[in-house]
């Protein structure tokens, strides 16, 4: 395709930019693409790109997937372009073109592995249609932004391009039913040894067949409407995966997965199945994408892990956990509480993730979420912190937590000094996006309150 001259001063000036921001030791991941979009509207129509493009949307899960996804398929050989400094909506993949393409408009690379902001799709793919989209799920999320799923699924049915070839979570009925004339592959993890089912989730996403709108059978339920079901009046069931989880050893963290034609040992960084999902759904996208999924397996071992999602270390004997769970979501904390549940010994949980200055006035993700996990007399300290100190500790208290394991704490910074660090085994704090100066600074001054301890 010929470019038109505005391309070109897009790319140019949209590279200055980027220039300039890194000279301000600025993040370059939303203005040269604003730019570039505003001189070009049709940007990233004209800009070169990648012979194979991969996209991953979903509600939760795509940073973690996207960087499996590139370690895969970069230890096939593949030189691989992604969006990971900037922003996942048009703004930001305009900006990672602009970071990637030559001073010409060209793709160096073979691949693009694109994180996809699942609002802005109907943005992005009338300009770049992905070969491979791989949805996570779509729950609820923040309602203020995303309103409820079936908005969002509508987003996405409508907009994804009828030649892209769709991966997705067997175990999810609404994202598993997107753009139906598509090609597809599914993914999925059965009822595993030992698991227990949650029939009775505080909230699901989906109460009737997504087909005839009639009462659906359960199969089983692991968590809010993620599992398998069928329809006895229509006959709809949960799709068949091609990639599988046949076993999972928790305490060595290894997963046998299977596709119709191997089996084969996975490493998983955590004992957690929401993190086994990432994995399995990025190595069933590397496999659509060329890389043999035994491959893939024997890349997990080397995988590095993401330390600003999942950072651990032990100091003087006390475990330290930070884990980055997203703050107006009313799914992600309550997989935490689940995971913290199951870990040993006391525990202290600092609840830092909600923003310094408070803005959702909508607080309905507080009461979906479950926090029974914390009525648990392993934790022995709950902080409750920020604007919004006194609603989260009332929601603790709904669930029943005894008053005296609740510690109010507005200020942040006095968090330090009210935890109770000796009779501690395990300190977790949770927070939003770990790149603003509070959590950085709470962060550094638990780490170092632990380090003084004897
Ligand atoms: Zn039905």
Redesign the pocket.
């Known amino acids: 395709m010929r470019k038109p001259f505005s391309f070109y001063i897009a790319h140019w000036i949209g590279k200055l930019a980027l220039f300039g921001m890194r000279l301000l030791r600025r993040t370059g991941s939303y203005l040269p693409g604003a730019i570039a979009l505003r001189i070009d509207p049709k940007y990233l129509s004209h800009t070169g790109k990648p012979d194979l493009i991969v996209m991953v949307t979903g509600t939760n899960g795509k940073t973690s997937v996207c960087n499996m996804l590139r370690y895969f398929l970069e230890s096939a050989g593949q030189h691989v372009m992604d969006n990971r400094e900037g922003s996942n909506t048009i703004e930001g993949l305009a900006s990672a073109f602009l970071t990637h393409n030559t001073w010409s408009g060209k793709s160096p690379h073979e691949s693009g592995v694109l994180e996809l902001d699942e609002r802005s799709a109907i943005r992005i793919f009338p300009h770049v249609q992905p070969d491979v989209l791989l949805v996570t799920n779509l729950y609820r999320d923040s309602y203020q932004r995303n309103a409820h799923a079936e908005y969002i699924f509508d987003i996405l049915d409508r907009s994804i391009p009828p030649t892209t070839k769709l991966v997705l979570n067997a175990e999810d009925p609404i994202s598993g039913r997107l753009a139906l004339q598509n090609e597809r592959v599914y993914y999925g993890i059965p009822l595993l040894d030992g698991e227990c089912e949650q029939r009775h989730p505080r909230f699901s996403d989906l109460v ?7 009462d ?1 059978e359960i199969d089983f339920i692991r968590y809010n409407h993620i599992g398998r079901y069928h ?6 069931s949960s799709p068949e995966a091609k990639y599988h989880v046949v076993s999972f050893d928790r305490e060595r963290k290894e997963a046998q997965c299977a596709t119709d034609e191997e089996k084969t040992i996975f490493h998983t960084q955590t004992d957690g199945v929401t993190d086994l999902y990432n994995l399995l759904s990025a190595a069933a996208t590397a496999s659509e994408c060329g890389v043999p999924f035994s491959k893939s397996a024997e890349y997990s071992k080397t995988l590095p892990p993401l330390k600003s999602r999942h950072h651990e270390e032990i100091i003087h004997g006390r475990r330290f956990l930070s884990i980055l769970c997203k703050g107006y979501n009313p799914v992600a904390p309550a997989r935490v509480f689940e995971y913290l549940q199951a870990q040993p010994g006391r525990k202290v949980l600092v609840m830092a993730n909600g923003t310094e200055e408070e803005i959702v006035e909508n607080m309905a993700y507080l009461y979906d979420n479950d926090y029974s996990y914390l009525n648990d007399p392993s934790f022995f300290q709950i902080f409750c912190c920020g604007e919004r100190y006194l609603d989260y500790a009332l929601r603790l208290r709904m669930a029943d937590i005894p008053e005296d394991r609740i510690v109010l704490s507005r200020d942040y910074a006095e968090i330090p000094h009210l935890i109770a660090y000796e009779n501690a085994d395990l300190i977790c704090l949770i927070h939003d996006v770990s790149d603003v100066p509070w959590v950085r600074n709470l962060l550094s001054a638990i780490r170092k309150d632990m380090e003084q301890l004897q």
């Open positions: 009737y067949c997504p087909v005839c709108h009639r659906l329809c006895k009046h229509c006959g709809y």
